[in-house]
């Protein structure tokens, strides 16, 4: 039936609301609006010119294209471990399972200065690429390790859920029309799991984008090479160029939220196909 | 046949997992002792470390008081009431998700900064936010504003309003409401978004790199203290201290565990 | 009147929930509020109780006007749909909420919690938690908490609607005898005829935000004033042509008729009484009911339907029978008329 009045009869709407916007607007909406004030001394040609620098493009390049990757590798391996967390028993799941969440729990630094001793040329597995003549970190391929490390839980955590929800009758339904187990995955199952991947993959995407902590030890900052986006801004603010900075994050903003609304609007669009889901 | 696949997805698994999460865990343990408990010990004690441990905890106190209080009270706004811009507002509060964490440390320096617009006011009363311990408490807010609301709008949403409307009816108070009746629904998910919280308030690199000028004994915090250490090529006193944080993730992965199990156990209800 | 409704008004945006309802409601009575999803018979109740506010119109409990009190003073006792028992706490203190609330003295508590667990016969089970206790008894454990606190007036929005069939049955004259017992004024919702019928001392019919008839659940039965009610409540088919039966003429303004199962007699052939005013029609469905056969017959083009008993003589799908229309609902857009088979009229003053 219709809509409930706002206040209702249960208590505490004035304060709690209150108490939400005015905390949201003083620590996220006035700083963030900030960034957009900053902006306005600057001409569009100015900022044009600052965001098409030749350093800044190529460090866009880098971030998107080892998150990119980082977020694939992340939704197939999501998938998988998914699948074979809900789907199997076998010692140690739970153990696995538990594991997921370190990245959210360990934080970046460590994990940083971990993963980049890990694979520098002397570390366990580094020094194994470094036989066969190939460097990890400092390089791209760095870059990406440690965005695959941040991103794990992103894709994991969306399609457990679901796979946990989805009605066992149908896969028999589908074993019984005499589908194999792999057409029965891909027919019946991967399209249920399929929004919830995609989320997981567009959150693990932003996520690495804007990663600093376990990114930055692992890349070296190498202009051209290494450079990723958020470091840039770092670099920038340490040389007091806060135009650059202010318009690098703009960009990385602008992105994030065309990433995420992009997401919803492919979402909504299987929702709708699938007849309203659930 | 079918077993083979198994056996095989589930060996894929667990490579994955060993290689991208248990041995950059275990890097950290191993080089942390490696010189020995002696050495281990002397980098945990020494006074730098002790400072940058004094102001993590005093951060992630702040910060873990004012999220709570946000999250309770966001939480209830959110699904208790129906009003126009919900939607909006849920989206408001998740946007330090989806910002870097170098962006939320701009925007700090960018209000209470040399450039920022507050500035000829904090300088008037000899106030310092950014490159001082504010700002990095301010940071740390930033980024870990939506974790404890986050935990349980879901599960507030999902449970409906009967009860607490049903007790409004006979003329509770919001406090009785909430102690007697939504309280012990979401007793674990604040618990958890609580320890997320730590553990992120505790861990935050990023944002309060940006504002905290790196001053040794005076606004640095653990990750800080850690990044220097690495820098400096201190590598057995990086991964010491890093031990300290590596304790806290442990424990944030229990607990998680416990109240999962929990929250399995509750759905009974 | 205990409880009053005066010209009530309620939007819920363009969505008209309350189009100017207007009812009394006698103290003491059980009074249903039937009507089909979407009818605004839920906005009603709730409007008393409190939980919305009418954009226009008055509410009375008792003589006074309760639109400005808060919900919680307003003394009414809710049973919420899905019970909305709390989850966290055992039966005992379910129930003693309200008076816990109220800051009422422990020994009271508990003698009066006492009372109401042996009047929903739980005895035994104070300290299960709702999860452990069937729908039926949350049902109660529900009823119980919203009569504690000696409401003047007791409201239950679908009472019936999360229990299954079985229960169902029994909990309904449960409850009708329980409300009777205790002498509480009470509201109850519902879109299922059966259980208003069956439950209520007057309906109250809804439909599109407008209170259609209401009347005890005979006079509604055998009264329908409003086509809608004639379709809501009973059993009925459509006809068009009803002047083609024997001793029905066509009505000025009626273009249309309600033929409903217990309108409509089947004999054998040849044995009806009324030989004159029977048609001959051909048993087109038999259906077992259990208690009693369904039977289609097809007469003179027009379906109709009929109850029989087991017991009487069976009768065959093809078989010629003897039908008899008693009577037939006439109707248009606005009215209902109700009209007799005229053949069936005592002879003698027949006006055409």
């Not at chain 2, 002397?42 to 999250?71: D, M, R």
């Not at chain 3, 008393?48 to 006074?64: H, N, Q, T, Y």
Request: with cysteine; charged share 20%; proline share 4%.
């Amino acid at each position: 039936m219709g809509r409930v009045k706002a206040k209702g009869i249960i208590p505490g709407f004035g304060i709690s609301m209150g108490i939400t916007v005015s905390m949201l607007s003083l620590i996220v909406l006035i700083p963030l609006i900030s960034v957009f004030l900053n902006m306005r001394g600057m001409t569009f040609a100015e900022f044009w010119h600052v965001i098409t620098d030749k350093q800044l493009v190529s460090a866009y390049k880098i971030s998107l294209g080892c998150s990119a990757l980082a977020a694939s590798i992340n939704a197939v391996f999501g998938v998988l471990l998914a699948w074979i967390l809900t789907r199997y028993q076998f010692p140690g799941r739970r153990l696995l399972d538990g594991f997921i969440e370190l990245p959210f729990a360990l934080p970046t630094a460590v994990a940083g200065i971990a993963l980049t001793t890990l694979y520098s040329d002397k570390g366990w597995v580094g020094s194994l690429f470094a036989r066969a003549g190939i460097k990890i970190s400092y390089t791209p391929a760095g870059i990406t390790i440690a965005m695959i490390f941040i991103g794990i839980p992103f894709v994991v955590r969306s399609v457990q859920p679901v796979l946990e929800k989805i009605d066992p009758k149908c896969e028999e339904a589908a074993a019984m029309l005499g589908a194999g187990k792999s057409r029965t995955f891909f027919k019946v199952i991967l399209p249920e799991i399929f929004p919830a991947a995609l989320t997981g993959f567009g959150l693990a995407f932003a996520r690495s984008i804007g990663e600093y902590g376990s990114v930055v030890f692992i890349a070296g900052n190498i202009p051209y090479k290494t450079q990723i986006a958020p470091v840039l801004i770092v670099s920038k603010l340490e040389q007091f160029n806060y135009a650059a900075a202010t318009s690098i994050a703009l960009i990385m903003i602008l992105f994030a939220f065309i990433l995420l609304f992009g997401l919803n609007l492919i979402q909504a669009r299987i929702v709708a196909r699938s007849g309203g889901g659930e | 046949m079918e077993k083979a696949v198994k056996g095989a997805l589930i060996a894929a698994g667990a490579a994955f997992i060993f290689i991208m999460l248990i041995l950059p865990l275990a890097t950290v343990i191993v080089y942390a002792f490696r010189q020995g408990l002696e050495t281990f010990w002397q980098a945990v004690s020494e006074p730098y470390t002790l400072k940058a441990l004094q102001l993590t905890l005093l951060t992630t106190v702040i910060a873990l008081i004012v999220n709570t209080v946000f999250g309770i009270a966001a939480s209830w706004a959110i699904t208790r009431y129906h009003f126009k811009g919900r939607g909006l507002l849920t989206t408001l509060i998740d946007i330090p998700f989806s910002i870097s964490p170098v962006i939320a440390g701009l925007t700090f320096i960018l209000v209470f900064g040399r450039i920022g617009w507050a500035y000829p006011f904090l300088q008037a009363h000899d106030i310092k936010i950014v490159f001082a311990v504010p700002g990095i408490v301010l940071a740390t807010i930033f980024v870990t504003f939506p974790f404890v609301s986050r935990e349980m709008i879901p599960l507030m949403q999902s449970r409906g309003t009967d009860e607490e409307e049903a007790a409004a009816l006979m003329g509770a108070s919001w406090f009785t409401i909430y102690r007697k009746i939504t309280f012990p629904h979401i007793k674990w998910s604040l618990l958890y978004g609580i320890i997320l919280c730590t553990a992120r308030a505790m861990g935050e690199f990023g944002a309060v790199s940006v504002v905290s000028g790196h001053l040794r004994g005076k606004t640095n915090t653990l990750p800080l203290h850690v990044e220097i250490l690495f820098n400096e090529f201190h590598l057995t006193q990086a991964f010491a201290v890093s031990g300290i944080l590596v304790v806290i993730a442990v424990i944030v992965l229990i607990v998680r565990n416990i109240v999962e199990y929990k929250l399995e156990k509750g759905d009974e209800r | 009147m205990y409880v009053e409704l005066k010209s009530i008004y309620k939007y819920f945006g363009d969505f008209k929930a309350s189009d100017d309802v207007s009812f009394s409601i006698e103290k003491g009575k059980l009074v249903g509020l039937l009507g089909p999803s979407g009818s605004g018979k839920t906005t009603i109740l709730r409007m008393i109780a409190g939980l919305e506010a009418p954009d226009s119109g008055d509410i009375f409990v008792d003589g006074k006007r309760i639109n400005g009190i808060p919900a919680a003073k307003r003394g009414i006792g809710f049973v919420f749909q899905n019970y909305a028992l709390f989850r966290y706490m055992n039966v005992f203190d379910n129930i003693a909420f309200g008076l816990e609330i109220q800051k009422r003295d422990k020994k009271y508590i508990r003698s009066r919690v006492g009372e109401m667990i042996s009047l929903i016969g739980l005895t035994g089970l104070e300290k299960r938690f709702p999860y452990q206790l069937s729908g039926g008894q949350k049902q109660r454990v529900a009823f119980a908490r919203a009569l504690a606190p000696n409401p003047q007036l007791l409201m239950l929005d679908e009472p019936f609607a999360a229990i299954d069939a079985k229960v169902r049955k029994e909990l309904r004259s449960w409850l009708r005898e329980t409300i009777a017992k205790v002498g509480i004024t009470s509201i109850f919702v519902t879109h299922d005829q059966d259980e208003a019928i069956e439950v209520a001392d007057e309906i109250i019919i809804t439909n599109l935000g407008k209170v259609i008839q209401s009347g005890s659940p005979a006079e509604i039965y055998q009264n329908p004033r409003a086509p809608f009610v004639a379709r809501f409540i009973g059993e009925s088919a459509e006809i068009e042509n009803y002047s083609v039966f024997k001793g029905f003429f066509p009505v000025d303004g009626f273009e249309r008729a309600f033929i409903r199962p217990e309108f409509v007699g089947l004999f054998e052939l040849g044995t009806a009484q009324y030989a004159n005013s029977a048609e001959e029609g051909i048993v087109e469905d038999v259906f077992f009911r259990g208690g009693e056969m369904e039977l289609r017959v097809n007469v003179k083009g027009i379906r109709v339907i009929s109850r029989r008993s087991p017991a009487e003589l069976e009768m065959q799908v093809g078989e010629k029978v003897s039908v008899i229309v008693y009577r037939l609902y006439l109707f248009n857009d606005s009215e209902v008329k109700l009209v007799e088979n005229e053949g069936l009229i005592d002879r003698e003053p027949v006006f055409i």
